[in-house]
C-alpha cells in the first residue's frame, strides 16, 4: 500500500507514468502542483479529501514544499497508512478529526531531484513512499512508435535520423538556458509532422520530417548556431531542399495587418510573427525570449490583428478567425502570494491572487480567445507554480485546493523575457520558445515607421539618408572606441535619438521642419546624436566624439582648446551653432545671508543650462529621463530646478527617494497616494493635471537572490502599460494617464547597481559629467564676488587673496582627488563637488567684520580646508600629506613669507562670546552666535567649562565632568561647527569611549538645539525607525527648533 516516488529530470515522464498506471487500474488520479506556499493544514485538507474518496493523488514537484511542512506532511500520511494497515473503517487524521477510510487510496509523489528551489526529504517521509528512479528513455522507439501512429510508413528510418539529429544538437550547439531537446519537445514535433503528413500526404516522408523538423526548431536558436543546425540537417537529409509550409490565409493577413498598424514588412521579424503562430498550433505555453527593443510585444499586437482578420473556415485551426484579446501583466512587480494568492493563517480565509483572477476570467471566456502574457523575469519561484498548466495538465492548482482547468483552444499563456537564466529545465521543457534576437530587427525598421509619421516629406527623405548613412558608424565608435558610464541597446539611444529631434522640431521650427534643408537636418541630426548616442559619455571620451563628428559631418563649429561640439547647441534664429555661454540665464543673489541660504543657491552654468534644455525637449514628448553621473554633479538639482519652473496650474510633481528598502508595494501605493479616479477604471493626478514623478537613486532597490529589480519592474510596468493593478481588488488593472517619469542614479559599476534593460530602454540616458574647470571657477567666484566685492570698500590686499581662493580649493581638491583613493580600508575616501562647496559654505560663515586682513581670510580657509578634507582621513600619516599640501598651496599661491605664518593650526569657532542681558527685564538673553577665530586653545576650554557647567544645572541625570584635553577640545570644535552649518549632519566614527556621545550632546546644547538619541535593540526595525523620528519632524517643522 506504499505509494511511488518517481525522481528523474524534467520530461522524463514522471507524472504521466502515474497517470497512466491510475488509468490502467480504472482510478481517478488527482494531480496537485506543490509550492512553497503550502502549509501543513492545505497539505492535510488533501490528504484527508484523498483518504475518504478513495482517489490517487499525485504530488507535482513535492520537494518545492518548505521542510518544516514536509515533516508534518510525514506523520499525516502515516497516520493514512496505519490506518490501512489496520484495515479500520475510520480512523483519526493527526488534526484529531475522525474520517472515514477507502483502503484503495494512494499518494505518490514525483520530484526533481538539485533544481533550483527544491529541498531534500526528511528520512522520515522518504521510507513511506517507493522511490522509482526514472531511466533515459529510449527516445528512438517513441519517435518510431508515433511517427507510425501518424501514418509514416519509413518510421524506423526517420525515427533514427531525428534521434542523431537531436543527439548531436545537445552535443554541439551552445549550452543556452531556452534551449530543450527533451520528450516534451519530441512530441510537440512529432504532433506536427503528423498534422504535416495528414495535410499533405502525396509529399515524400523524409521532405515532411526534415521541413517539420527546420522550422519548429529554428525559432529558438540564437544567430550564431543556425549554420550548425542547418549543416548537420543537410548531413541527415542530404541534398533535399524542402519549401518553407504556407500558411496562405494567415501569412497575408500578417502582411495586412503590419501595414495598418503602420509597421514596416521586415521580413525576419515577419518570419518571428509565423513561428509564433504554428508553435501556437502544437503548444499552449509559448515563451517569446529576446533582449529588449527586438518587437516581442508587437508579435503578438500583429498575430492577435491578423487572427481576427481571417474569415474563420472548418479547414482552419480553431483559433483563426475568431475575437482575441490580451490580458498583461508582470509578475515580478508584485509577490508570489499577490500573484496566486494568500491564506490569512489566523482567519484561516483565502484571498485570490491577481493571476488567479485573470485566470479564472480567460476561462470562462468562450466567446474571446484570450491570451495571457506575462512580461517580466522569471524566477524558478513564481513560473514553477504553473507547472501544471503549462505541461498536459492543463490546470491551475492553487494553494486553497483550487483546480481551474485550461479551457483550450480559446486560452494561450504566453511569456515575455529577456533571458530564461534562472528557469529550471523543468520549465524551459513545458512551453515552446521562440528567440528573437536584435539581428532580427534592428533599428531601421523602427526609424522608418518614425519617418513616416513626419510632416515634412523633405525633411524626413533628408534624415532617412542620414540615417542609413551614418548610424551604423556611430554604434561601432560608440562600441569600439569610446567606453559608455552605462550600458543601453542601440534601439534605446535611437528612440531616444528620434523623440529629442521631435523634441528639437517642436522648439526650433514652427512648420514641423519643413522649411529646413539638407545641412540645416544634419545639424539636427548631429546635435541629437551627441546628446543620445553619444550623451552617456564622460568628459576624456567625448573629446574623442568631437575628433569623430568632424570627421564625419560637415559644418560644424569651429572651438577654441578646451571646448568640444558639446560646448554648442542650434540657434532658432538662424539654425545655426551658437555657443552655450550665450545661453545662460542670468543670475543675481537676492538674499542676505549667503552662509544661511548656500545650500539652495543654484547657479547657472554651461553643464546645468544644456541639462537642462535636452531634459525639457525629451520631456515634452512624454518621454522618461534618467540622469546617470558621479556624487555631486547636480543630477538631484538640475531635476529640481525642471520641477520648479512648471506651472502649477496645470502640472504637479512628485519626489521620491528610492533605496535598498524601497519595494513595489511601497512604490505602488505612493503613486496611488497622488492619484484620483476620472471615469471607469482611468485615474490620473487631481484636478485634471500632468504629474512629473521624479525617482531619486532609482538604481538603488535591492537585487534579489534571482538578479531582478522587482521595484524597478512595476515602474517599468507604470511607464510601458500605462497602470497598475488593483491590490484591492485582484484583477483589475488601474490605468494611469498624464504621468511621467524622471530619475536619476549613481554610475553603475564598482558597488553600485545598473537598472534591468527593459526598464532602462523607456528612459533617455544622459550622463551628466563634472562641471568644467571654466564652471568651477564661475560658480566660486561669483559667490566670492558677492562677499568680497570691490565696491566693499575692503583692504585690497584682503581682495587680491579672496581672489585665490577658488584657484587654491580646487587645487587642493584635484591634489586630494588624485592621492587620496578609496580602499577597502578607506572606502570613504571620495572627494567630489560637495566637499569642494563645503570649503566655501565655510568661509561664509565668518562675516566680513570678523575677517579684517589677508592672514585672516588665509587662515580661515586654511581651517574650512582641513575640517572639510582633513577630518575624514583616518590615520596621522595621511593626515601629515594633507597639512603639507595645504602648505604647499598656500607658498605657490600666497608666497613663502606669508605661508610661514600659518604653519599653526587656526581655529574658528561659534561660541566664544558670552550671553547678553535684557537692559528692561534684566534677564540674561542667549549668547550671539558669531563665527569667528580663537585667540588659543586655552581661551576655548575656558567657554567650554562654563557651558559644561550650565548643562549640567539643567540635566542633573546626564551631568558630565569631562577632562578637556587637547584632542577632546578639537573635536568639539568640529562637531559645534557642523552643528553651526545649514544641513549640517556628521557621522562619528571612533573606539567605545571616545567621546562621541558627551561632546555630541555638549555640542548641541551650546547650539540650542534639542537633543535625542536612538537606542538599537535586536528587535529594532524600519517602523520603529519612523516612531523614533516622528517627534523629532515635529518639534523641527512645527516648533521650528533645531535638533
Known sequence: FLGGAPAGPAGTGKTETTKDMGCTLGKYVVVTNCSDQMDFRIMGNILKGLAQSGCWGCFDEFNRIDLEVLSVVAQQVMSVLVAIREDRKTFQFTDGQVINLDKEVGFFITMNPGYA???????????????????????????????????????????????????????????????????????????????????????????????????????????????????????????????????????????????????????????????????????????????????KTRIVETLHKALQSVKADQSLPPMVGQPHRELRMNPKAITAPQMFGALDVIANEWTEGIFAQLWRKANKDKKNFTWIMLDGPVDAIWIENLN?????????????????????????????????????????????????????????????????????????????????????????????????????????????????????????????????????????????????????????????????????????????????IYEYTIDPAGFSWVHWSEKIPDWDYTGTELAVDFPKLVIPTIDSARTLYNLERSGAMNRAVLLVGGPGTAKTSSILQVLAKQDPQSTMFKKISFSGATTPLIFQKTIEGSIEKRQGKTFGPPGGKQMLVF???????????WGDQPTLEIVRQLIEQGGLYNLSKPGEIMQIVDLLVLGCMLHPGGGKQDIPNRAKRHFHVMNVTLPSMTSINMIFGRLVNLMYSESSGLDPELLAAAGKLVEMTVNVWERTKTKMLPTPAKFHYIFNLRDLSRVFQGIFMCSTTEVKDELTLLALWKHEALRVFSDRLVNAEDKKWFDDTVMKVLEETTGGGKASKLKQEPYFVDFLRPPGEDPETGEETPAPKVYESAESLDQVKGVINNYMARFNEVHKLLAMDLVLFEDAMLHFIRISRLLATPRGNALLVGVGGSGKQSLTRLSAFIARADFAQITITKTYSANTLLEDFKPLYRTAGGVNKGG
Open 117 to 295: 528551489g527544491r529541498q531534500e526529504l526528511p528520512e522520515n517521509l522518504k521510507s513511506l513512499f517507493r522511490g522509482v528512479t526514472m531511466m533515459v528513455p529510449d527516445r528512438e522507439i517513441i519517435m518510431k512508435v508515433k511517427l507510425v501512429a501518424c501514418g509514416y510508413k519509413d518510421a524506423t528510418l526517420l525515427a533514427k535520423k531525428f534521434n542523431v539529429l537531436y543527439r548531436l544538437c545537445e552535443e554541439q550547439l551552445s549550452k543556452q538556458a531556452h534551449y530543450d531537446f527533451g520528450l516534451r519537445n519530441i512530441l510537440a514535433v512529432l504532433r506536427t509532422a503528423g498534422a504535416s503528413k495528414r495535410n499533405e500526404i502525396e509529399k515524400p516522408e523524409q521532405e515532411l520530417l526534415m521541413r517539420t523538423l527546420r522550422d519548429m526548431n529554428l525559432s529558438k536558436f540564437v544567430a550564431e548556431d543556425v549554420p550548425l543546425f542547418m549543416s548537420l540537417l543537410d548531413d541527415l537529409f542530404p541534398g533535399l531542399k524542402a519549401e518553407k509550409q504556407k500558411h496562405k490565409e494567415m501569412e497575408a493577413a500578417i502582411t495586412s495587418a503590419v501595414e495598418e498598424m503602420g509597421l514596416q514588412h521586415h521580413t525576419e521579424w515577419v518570419l518571428k510573427v509565423v513561428q509564433v503562430y504554428e508553435m501556437c498550433l502544437v503548444r499552449h505555453s509559448l515563451m517569446h525570449v529576446g533582449p529588449s527593443g527586438v518587437g
Open 388 to 564: 501544471t498548466v503549462m505541461d498536459d495538465n492543463r490546470i491551475l492548482t492553487l494553494a486553497n485546493n483550487d483546480r481551474i482547468p485550461m479551457l483550450r483552444p480559446n486560452c494561450t499563456l504566453g511569456f515575455e523575457v529577456e533571458d530564461l537564466r534562472n528557469a529550471s529545465p523543468a520549465t524551459v521543457s513545458r512551453a515552446g520558445v521562440i528567440f528573437i534576437s536584435d539581428a532580427d530587427l534592428g533599428y531601421m525598421p523602427f526609424v522608418k515607421t518614425w519617418l513616416t509619421g513626419q510632416q515634412a516629406r523633405s525633411f524626413a527623405d533628408a534624415l532617412e539618408g542620414l540615417f542609413t548613412e551614418r548610424m551604423d558608424t556611430m554604434l561601432e565608435f560608440l562600441k569600439m572606441e569610446v567606453k559608455s558610464k552605462m550600458a543601453c541597446s542601440n534601439i534605446s539611444l535611437i528612440t531616444s535619438m528620434c523623440t529629442l529631434i521631435d523634441g528639437l522640431l517642436k522648439d526650433l521650427t514652427p512648420d514641423s521642419g519643413a522649411s529646413l534643408e539638407a545641412s540645416q537636418a544634419e545639424r539636427l541630426f548631429a546635435y541629437s546624436a551627441i546628446w543620445t548616442v553619444f550623451g552617456i559619455l564622460e568628459s576624456e571620451d567625448r573629446v574623442k566624439v568631437d575628433a569623430f563628428m568632424r570627421q564625419n559631418f560637415q559644418g560644424l563649429p569651429e572651438v577654441e582648446a578646451t571646448d568640444t
Open 695 to 705: 525617482v531619486d537613486d532609482i538604481s538603488m532597490p535591492e537585487i534579489n537572490t
